[in-house]
């Protein structure tokens, strides 16, 4: 069992940064693939971009490439989400996801654990 909590969203304005980070415990972090995933109200849970378990490879949506950095640190066994360049449109609830295994997948159904999500709004 892997516990995974969010933390770092909050009221931004448009062009602000943010960094969200998603603690672990339970087990270590160097088994999983992490992801960081989006859902706006209304709108389906959509992915934002993955890490592989040795931190070599990442993946982001093509509506965050450029503006956000995925990363992990191990020792602390912690995930974070650097969003730079925020839009109205990044405004969501943000999940961290750890997928056993994986290797930085973009689909939410391979993902094993989820956090409870940290609130991000964007003002215009």
């Avoid at 378990?53 to 993946?59: K, L, V």
Wanted: hydrophobic share 35%.
């Amino acid at each position: 069992q892997v516990q995974l909590v969010e933390s770092g969203g909050g009221l931004m304005q448009a062009g602000g940064s943010l960094k969200l980070s998603c603690a672990a415990s339970g087990r270590t972090l160097n088994w999983y693939a992490m992801g960081w995933f989006r859902q706006a109200p209304g709108k389906v849970r959509e992915f934002v971009a993955a890490i592989s378990r040795n931190g070599r490879s990442a993946y982001y949506a093509d509506s965050v490439q450029g503006r956000f950095t995925i990363s992990r640190d191990d020792s602390k066994n912690t995930v974070t989400l650097q969003m730079n360049s925020l839009k109205p449109e990044d405004t969501a609830v943000y999940y961290c996801a750890a997928d056993f295994a994986g290797s930085g997948s973009t689909r939410a159904g391979d993902y094993d654990y989820w956090g409870q999500g940290t609130q991000v709004t964007v003002s215009s």
